[in-house]
T-cell receptor, first 113, second 109 residues
Framework: DAGVIQSPRHEVTEMGQEVTLRCKPI?????LFWYRQTMMRGLELLIYFNNNVPIDDSGMPEDRFSAKMPNASFSTLKIQPSEPRDSAVYFCASSFGLVETQYFGPGTRLLVL | DAKTTQPPSMDCAEGRAANLPCNHS???????VYWYRQIHSQGPQYIIH???NNETNEMASLIITEDRKSSTLILPHATLRDTAVYYCIVRVNTDKLIFGTGTRLQVFP
């Protein structure tokens, strides 16, 4: 099993640009989670999906952030426009059901200049 | 808010048992204790979880006190690759994982 796949692994962009982060969950998992990690705030849950439907987006910082899950094998997290304070490591995780163990991807390191 | 208290850092000699404590004095009856770890620059990794009874798997053992107000994660023979930040999390099974600041375990030769 390839595990959770995230792309790109590193992203450097300029303030104001659109950023799209991608995640492929483990095959057969029906729950997907997006987290953000910074030194200041630690690891925060942004949004999670169950069966491709967003369940809780209360962690999304503001309207500049949006997430979609068009099918069971793909999700995107988009930031538009990006700001320097969005610089962080973004992790995607998946699980077989909301109550089951979450498996994390390697993360995307985002730097907004 | 994280519902757990962990020491910020610990050291352990390679080959010895690493015992990582966690206080969760406000835990409710239907909340589980989960442990994850994060090795530098990687995503968090699930280790073990339990409700009341002690649990053991190939990675670690989890000892939960009878009153459930604290627990200990035991890595029986720590290796250098166990150097990581260890997170103790309490959650109802249907709830979110909320990560605190964890314990930074340094295993030394």
């Amino acid at each position: 099993d390839a595990g959770v796949i995230q792309s790109p692994r590193h992203e450097v962009t300029e303030m104001g640009q659109e950023v799209t982060l991608r995640c492929k969950p483990i095959s057969g998992h029906n729950s997907l989670f997006w987290y953000r990690q910074t030194m200041m705030r630690g690891l925060e849950l942004l949004i999670y999906f169950n069966n491709n439907v967003p369940i809780d987006d209360s962690g999304m910082p503001e309207d500049r952030f949006s997430a979609k899950m068009p099918n069971a094998s793909f999700s995107t997290l988009k930031i538009q426009p990006s700001e320097p304070r969005d610089s962080a490591v973004y992790f995607c995780a998946s699980s077989f059901g909301l109550v089951e163990t979450q498996y994390f991807g390697p993360g995307t390191r985002l730097l907004v200049l | 808010d994280a519902k757990t208290t962990q020491p910020p850092s610990m050291d352990c000699a390679e080959g010895r048992a690493a015992n990582l404590p966690c206080n969760h004095s406000t835990i409710s009856g239907n909340e589980y204790v989960y442990w994850y770890r994060q090795i530098h620059s990687q995503g968090p990794q699930y280790i073990i979880h339990g409700l009341k009874n002690n649990e053991t798997n190939e990675m670690a053992s989890l000892i939960i006190t009878e009153d459930r107000k604290s627990s200990t994660l035991i890595l029986p023979h720590a290796t250098l690759r166990d150097t990581a930040v260890y997170y103790c999390i309490v959650r109802v099974n249907t709830d979110k994982l909320i990560f605190g600041t964890g314990t930074r375990l340094q295993v030394f030769p």
